[in-house]
């Protein structure tokens, strides 16, 4: 845990929109390990905020990664995995 506030504070959203939301994406996996739920979903609110997120918090990720287990059937994870969904086309 430590060392992941640590890579945050290296490179922050403010420095490098990308990397800082692939860190902070990053983060959320290992809050979610220890059972850290309510940091990890913070976390991942941040990191996830629009369709196009970083890879790890892609929607296909978030839905088939085993990285995300610990957060599943949680509601607050259900809703930000909803929100990133692909939208059907016509």
Not at 8 to 24: H, I, N
Not at 41 to 61: E, F, K, N, V, W
């Amino acid at each position: 845990m430590q060392e992941g506030r640590r890579a945050m504070e290296l490179l922050p959203v403010q420095k490098d929109s990308r990397a800082g939301q692939e860190l902070t994406a990053f983060f959320a996996v290992i809050a979610a390990w220890p059972g850290k739920k309510d940091l990890a979903l913070r976390q991942l609110t941040a990191a996830a905020p629009t369709p196009a997120a970083s890879d790890i918090a892609s929607y296909g990720r978030l839905k088939l990664s085993p990285s995300w287990n610990p957060l599943r059937r949680d509601p607050r994870f259900e809703a930000i995995v909803q929100r990133l969904a692909p939208t059907a086309s016509k």
